[in-house]
């Protein structure tokens, strides 16, 4: 299940959308089913301390933050069209996205410097965003690290630019605090709640990518679409998912292989089909909106060259 959210987006209801959604699904496949009983709890309990205790070694890697209005801009776009915004909040001011006995207190925290308790350093912002981790090398819950670890330093650059001059809120948020239900279920291999458990956080990261029409830089950018299609891009919902889970489109050829550029970006940014009928809001495409004609013709070319399938296998 995708750690994401726009409930599916990654995680549920109350949560950002449906990507965030896979958390809304953790709480109905819970209440449902009830698969969890409290016997294996006290194992679980034992392996998610464990889990929260780890520390990931990460090298350090310094990253330049521009300060020019243009690059400002492409972090405020990038914010979008990359979801951090979908969590985050309008103005990266952070906000609770689900809260419950079961799941906990699932929060974004505010990102803009001025307000929250204390500016993060760039080191900070690095290893949160590429890698999932705390400065100390814990790490953090449900932040989907695995969809932008491969971030150049120049985009995530520009992302902090924007985040740093935002006017910011004086609104506390909470910090997160995982229930039994989610570390259960992270224990049982169906959700991730620590990204960085499943990061190379010795991969080496690339200074820049020139923004170019090839599925190349389309893959690039599709790994912020896979957190609700999936890994394979062939949609379906989270294994166990409930009946009523919107479930993502097959995005390999088998699935849109008819749809133009043109059919594309129209979809993309008006949440539109070819035959004129509207998806559901599963699909956050008030965010995808924000991808350039050249991120959109870039990202058609690369589903154009992934592996046909059938849909729903994730
Ligand atoms: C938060 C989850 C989520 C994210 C992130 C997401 N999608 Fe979707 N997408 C969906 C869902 C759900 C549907 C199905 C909507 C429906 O059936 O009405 C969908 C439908 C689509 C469709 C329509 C296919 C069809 O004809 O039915 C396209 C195209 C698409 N998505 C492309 C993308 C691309 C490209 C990205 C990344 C840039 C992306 N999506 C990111 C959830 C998501
Ligand atoms: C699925 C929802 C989600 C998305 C999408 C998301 N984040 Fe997060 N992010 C979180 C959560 C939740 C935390 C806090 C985790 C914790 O406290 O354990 C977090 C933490 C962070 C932190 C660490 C903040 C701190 O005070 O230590 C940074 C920085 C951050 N996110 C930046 C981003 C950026 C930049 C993007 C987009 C490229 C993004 N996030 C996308 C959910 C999300």
């Known amino acids: 299940m995708a750690a994401r959210s726009s409930a599916s987006g990654t995680n549920g209801g109350a949560v ?22 409290v016997g294996a709890l006290i194992v679980v309990a034992a392996i998610a301390e464990k889990r929260a205790r780890t520390r990931y070694d990460v090298p350090i890697h310094a990253i330049t933050v521009p300060g020019d209005q243009a690059s400002i801009d492409r972090g405020a776009r990038l914010a979008r069209a990359r979801f951090c915004s979908d969590c985050h909040g309008e103005g990266l001011t952070g906000r609770i996205m689900a809260d419950s006995p079961e799941l906990g207190r699932l929060a974004a925290p505010n990102l803009t410097s001025r307000t929250a308790p204390r500016a993060l350093t760039d080191l900070e912002w690095e290893r949160a965003v590429r890698h999932g981790v705390r400065a100390n090398g814990s790490a953090l819950r449900l932040m989907p690290a695995h969809e932008f670890t491969e971030l150049t330093d120049d985009d995530l650059g520009a992302i902090i630019a924007y985040a740093r001059q935002l006017p910011g809120s004086s609104a506390q948020v909470p910090t997160t605090v995982a229930g039994p239900l989610l570390k259960a279920l992270d224990v049982a291999g169906l959700f991730k709640l620590y990204p960085a458990a499943g990061i190379d956080h010795n991969r080496p990261h690339r200074a820049r990518l020139v ?25 379906g919902k989270p294994p166990g998912a409930p009946p009523d889970w919107p479930a993502a489109a097959n ?12 059919d594309f970006t129209r979809l993309l940014r008006t949440g539109v089909r070819p035959d004129g009928s509207h998806v559901n809001d599963g699909m956050p495409w008030t965010f995808t909106r924000s991808l350039d004609d050249t991120e959109i013709a870039a990202i058609h070319a690369y589903l154009r060259t992934v592996p046909r399938r059938d849909y729903g296998q994730r």
């Open 251 to 262: 995005l390999t050829p088998s699935g849109i292989g008819h749809y133009s550029l043109a």
């Open 16 to 37: 950002p959308r449906r990507r965030r959604g896979a958390l809304l699904l953790t709480v109905r496949l819970a209440s449902g089913a009830g698969i969890l009983v």
């Open 211 to 235: 923004a170019e029409r090839t599925p190349a830089y389309g893959k690039y950018m599709a790994s912020t679409c896979t957190g609700c299609h999936g890994e394979r891009l062939s949609g």
